[in-house]
């Protein structure tokens, strides 16, 4: 994301979040998200999995604890440093690489579940657009793609964009079949309790 298009909605210059790196970001909360826990434990998280926008790594290291082939990727180098410490801490074999969530499919090879863990409600909606496309390109028909986004029912105007789940229909209406759309937390450190959010999960098209 170093184009100037590519500038998460409502204006917020990517460097934010490579400046959220220099200290603890609010995302960074040394635990994987209680709704990706959730989805593993009901046993949709499948084959090898992709964590887009995978920031320290805690959710793509869940995975990777599970038995599952993990690939995490972030544009912010330092997310991807920490994320590669912690799974040699851990003893784990999980790759994390510097990559651009909107060109998924540079990466080469398709996946049976995708992670979403805040990352779609960054996008303005012309990159919403780029990034299904980048979404469709890598991931394997009949995968599973989860999505964890800020819910428009949070009150207040701080944090990302809210979405709703129209948005997640409209967006994900080719090719997709949106399965369930769960009302979730987002922990973080700016949000006691966790933010209102939806958990989303969407079945890619088998004929596609």
């Not at 979040?17 to 909360?29: K, L, R, S, V």
């Not at 399965?179 to 098209?205: D, N």
Request: charged share 25%; glycine share 10%; with cysteine.
């Amino acid at each position: 994301m170093t184009d100037s298009d590519r500038v998460p909605h409502p204006g917020v210059p990517p460097q934010l979040f490579e400046q959220a790196y220099e200290g603890t970001p609010p995302w960074d909360i040394g635990a994987p998200q209680a709704a990706f826990v959730e989805l593993a434990d009901a046993g949709l998280v499948r084959g090898d999995v992709l964590d887009v926008g995978c920031g320290p790594g805690d959710n793509a290291l869940m995975a990777a604890e599970r038995g599952h082939a993990v690939l995490g990727v972030d544009f912010v180098a330092e997310a991807i440093a920490r994320a590669q410490a912690k799974a040699a801490a851990r003893g784990l074999e999980v790759r994390f690489l510097v990559h651009d969530a909107l060109n998924l499919a540079a990466l080469g090879r398709r996946f049976a579940t995708i992670f979403d863990s805040g990352l779609f409600h960054v996008f303005s909606d012309r990159d919403r657009i780029e990034y299904e496309r980048s979404l469709a390109a890598a991931i394997e028909p009949g995968g599973l793609l989860h999505i964890l986004c800020f819910s428009d029912e949070e009150v207040g105007e701080g944090g990302p964009r809210r979405v709703s789940q129209a948005e997640l229909h409209a967006t994900f209406n080719k090719g997709w079949r949106v399965t369930a759309i769960r009302p979730a937390r987002f922990a973080s450190h700016l949000h006691p309790g966790g933010a209102r959010a939806w958990c989303a999960t969407i079945e890619r098209a088998r004929d596609v």
